[in-house]
């Protein structure tokens, strides 16, 4: 297809260019950092490092790095770098933690965030002529309300429907025939049963394209979808942390996620010794946000193993490509989009009078995700009539639904009944094959 | 005037049950009577034993969850209508049962019901009063 950029020279700038350009951005937000951020600033002395050691990215490595529990520690104010009457909007992750994370935005930050998403949207061939299909939650997550200011800044027509209602979906997508579908991959698969479901075919739909993310989606699922909704499917990258969608997008090769570079510097690091990887290995994406005001990580590590490369792309653009993350090196499990830890289900347990007793098991029926939590009873809590018991596990899920935001089927199992292997119990099983 | 019932909680896997009643075979425990509730994920398997404190210990060392609770026995003559009667008693007197299991005398012709009401006082007078017999632990050794 022909090639269209939404900001073309940065897009398409020479390799060495881009470099320069890194360098430049990453001298002055050091010291923005330095300046405006303590507890930023307190890790860097621990280091012995100081602004005037960083001269360029070769000296990223000397950075400290940061972590979600620095995020956590510092909430929520401990790493915003502008004044509060600069800043015009948070974003916070869609788990809810006790302390969850909140990311601020200046005016500049969103146009930022928003840019990164048009470049997205344009790469899958977006124009001011399409209609775009924004079924991301709108809210605190980052998806709805960053896909919608890409779109807006595109031209295209938004559809703001926010996720769920997939009556009312099909029937705009229908009705005002909507050319650009944005969400997350398995509810795009969902909009395809539907589709089948209801006898139409995807020759009913105008629909061309499809910009998926918020959860790890395989190749085969991919071709699934674009075989149910007739269009092509594209990965898109992002974390609340960084800004949200838009860190990385893919383009019509569809071989993996250019990131905006000029925003967003990239690292690949060893998880265990937190040292720099040569370019092509195998390991931790890092990034630091090069652009932001209000909320500029240094080298926030996401946990998302990955791999870089610059390879030459047939789409025209420079900018350096992530592959699809091939795993987590924490034990965070996304589920139906939802960043899951499991410490998190041991705090509901605790706190609902239970040992933290517990087994995760995740699957994929269809394309939806299957969550199960199971919980070995508590002697007090036994009873001998069914109606107790189901009250129970009825309650835990709902606890465990107001702290994870979705819904957990509880089953309770007996005491020691949770598979130890080795003294250690097996804490989740994923049985969903999620990387290729 | 009541009955020691001992409930355990059972995982619905195969062989459950079997251990729990090989358990309490080997300590010469006898399974007066029993009934299990069961749902998709757990059962609850009841029963009424010769002795209870043995059978709690012995259930309670193999790691089962066990709940002594204590519900009604009554006694019913083995003849149509002799439990409706009972639970009518039950119903006049808004006595919410949660549920109820039978069980054959050896010795004698009369059946048994066990009865897991809200309240036993209230349950029990009632019964009582409207002429029914009820039986203890003690009495369970005799049947």
Redesign the interface.
């Known amino acids: 297809m022909e090639q269209r950029y939404y900001q073309k020279e940065i897009e398409t700038m020479p390799v060495e260019q881009i470099k320069a350009m890194q360098s430049e951005k990453l001298v002055k937000q050091v010291q923005h950092v330095w300046d405006n951020v303590p507890y930023y600033r307190n890790l860097m002395e621990q280091k012995g490092v100081t602004p005037a050691d960083i001269k360029g990215i070769e000296d990223l490595h000397k950075l400290p790095f940061l972590t979600k529990s620095d995020l956590r520690d510092a909430y929520p104010y401990g790493l915003l770098a502008k004044p509060l009457k600069d800043c015009v909007r948070i974003q916070s992750t869609s788990g809810t933690t006790g302390r969850r994370v909140v990311a601020f935005y200046t005016q500049k930050d969103v146009d930022l965030w928003e840019d990164c998403c048009a470049r997205a949207i344009v790469a899958v061939g977006g124009t001011n002529e399409d209609v775009c299909q924004v079924a991301y939650g709108y809210g605190l997550f980052t998806g709805g309300p960053g896909l919608n200011g890409g779109s807006h800044k595109v031209g295209c027509l938004t559809l703001p429907m926010s996720s769920g209602n997939t009556e009312r979906q099909v029937q705009f997508m229908q009705d005002l025939n909507a050319t650009i579908l944005c969400c997350t991959p398995s509810y795009a698969a969902y909009i395809g049963e539907y589709l089948a479901e209801h006898g139409i075919s995807p020759d009913d739909i105008a629909l061309k394209a499809g910009i998926f993310g918020a959860e790890p989606w395989t190749e085969e699922m991919r071709r699934g979808i674009e075989k149910s909704l007739g269009i092509k499917a594209y990965d898109i990258y992002g974390l609340t942390e960084t800004s949200g969608p838009g860190v990385a997008f893919e383009c019509s090769e569809q071989t993996g996620m250019h990131i905006n570079e000029d925003h967003f510097l990239a690292e690949i690091i060893d998880p265990d010794t937190g040292e720099v990887l040569p370019e092509g290995s195998k390991g931790e994406l890092v990034f630091t946000a090069l652009d932001k005001e209000a909320f500029p990580l240094l080298r926030y590590r996401t946990r998302d193993i990955c791999v870089l490369s610059r390879k030459k792309c047939s789409c025209g653009r420079t900018l350096i490509k992530m592959a699809k993350p091939m795993g987590r090196s924490d034990d965070m499990l996304i589920i139906r989009g939802v960043n899951v830890f499991p410490s998190q289900i041991e705090t509901v347990l605790l706190n609902e009078g239970y040992q933290p007793n517990y087994q995760i098991v995740v699957d994929r029926v269809g394309n939806n995700d299957t969550f199960e939590v199971n919980v070995e009873m508590a002697p007090e809590h036994f009873s001998d009539t069914v109606s107790a018991l189901t009250a129970l596990e009825k309650s835990l899920a709902g606890a465990l639904k107001t702290m994870l935001g979705i819904n957990p089927t509880v089953h309770l199992v007996p005491p020691k009944s949770i598979t130890r292997s080795e003294g250690k119990a097996v804490r989740v099983i994923d049985k969903r094959k999620l990387h290729d | 005037m009541t009955l020691t ?1 001992l ?1 355990v ?3 619905n896997k195969q062989g459950s049950l079997v251990n729990i009643t090989r358990t309490l075979a080997e300590n010469d425990v006898n399974i007066r009577a029993l009934s299990i ?3 998709k ?2 059962g ?1 398997l ?1 029963i009424i034993v010769n002795d209870t404190a043995r059978a709690f210990d012995v259930l309670s060392a193999e ?3 066990v ?1 002594a ?1 204590e519900v009604l026995g009554v006694k019913i003559g083995d003849q149509p209508g002799k439990l409706s009667g009972a639970l009518e008693v039950l119903d006049k007197n808004e006595i919410f049962l ?2 109820l299991y039978a069980f054959m005398a050896r010795t004698e012709k009369h059946a048994y019901v066990v009865l ?1 009401v809200e309240d036993n006082d209230k349950a029990a007078a009632a019964l009582e009063s409207a002429g029914f017999h009820l039986i203890t632990d003690l009495d369970v050794n005799k049947l």
């Open positions: 019932q409930s909680f059972v995982e509730a069961d749902t994920d757990f609850i009841r790691g089962y969850l709940k609770t949660e549920y897991r």
